[in-house]
Each structure stands twice: as structure tokens, then as C-alpha cells.
């Protein structure tokens, strides 16, 4: 008895993997990045909106896929990110009001991701990839 539909099969199943590895892909890495990217400003410390206002997001393709990158474009933004947050709630000499505001922390980027996004950033990448 011959088997049918192997044509279709295999059409199909080419069709699901080019869309897995093209647009589901862009897809799910922009909701990734937005959700870590969302959970980061919380904590982002703020004297003024220049910090969370510069933050930016990227898709990149590679020869591997793609890699997506979230950062900031102002200047101080590496510095601030890796301060210590010794000042954190302490007043500024210029009274400008304080140091690292009550929801700033130390290593926010980092944190938006892997800490206060990781379960979201999860849900996102399993509901993408559903099939």
C-alpha cells in the first residue's frame, strides 16, 4: 500500500521552518527584547528621563540567526549601570534631589532581564514557538 501526502508533508514542513527561523523569530526576539527592555526602566535610576529616553533596541541577523540587543545611547549609561548604588536615597550636594532614586538599582539592564523579566521573557518564548 503506498503511503500519500509525502509531498505535502514535506512542503508543509519546510514552509513551518522558514517561518520559524524568519519572521516568528524577529517576532519573538522584539517581544523579548521589549518585555526585558520594560522591566529594566522600572529599576533604571532617574534623575531626569535622558537615561530611559535613550534606551534603544536592535535585530541583527547573523550567519546563525539573529541577536537582538537593548542600550542606551547616553553617554553615561554604562557607568550608571555599573555604579555600586552606594548613594542610592541620599542627597545630592547641588540639591537636585537624591542619588538613585527609591526604584533605581544597580546592574538594571541586566536585572530587567534576567531577574524581574525572566519569567515573562519564558511565557513569551513559549507562546511564540507553539506550534
Known amino acids: 500500500m503506498p503511503v500519500k501526502g509525502i509531498k505535502r508533508i514535506q512542503m ?6 522558514s517561518d520559524i527561523a524568519g519572521i516568528r523569530t524577529e517576532k519573538v526576539l522584539y517581544l523579548v527584547m521589549n518585555a526585558g527592555a520594560n522591566h529594566a526602566a522600572v529599576i533604571t535610576p532617574v534623575k531626569s528621563s ?27 549609561a554604562a557607568a550608571v549601570n555599573a555604579a ?27 536585572k ?4 524581574d523579566g525572566l519569567n515573562e521573557i519564558k511565557a513569551i518564548i513559549r507562546q511564540g514557538y507553539k506550534v
Open 12 to 17: 508543509n514542513t519546510h514552509r513551518v521552518l
Open 50 to 76: 535622558t537615561l530611559i529616553n535613550s534606551q534603544y533596541k536592535k535585530l541583527e541577523p547573523i550567519p546563525s540567526g539573529m541577536i537582538g540587543r537593548v542600550g542606551y545611547t547616553a553617554n553615561y
Open 84 to 110: 555600586k548604588g552606594k548613594l542610592k536615597g541620599k542627597p545630592r550636594p547641588d540639591g537636585s534631589g537624591n542619588y538613585w532614586d527609591p526604584n533605581g538599582e544597580p546592574d538594571f539592564l541586566r
Open 112 to 115: 530587567g532581564f534576567e531577574r
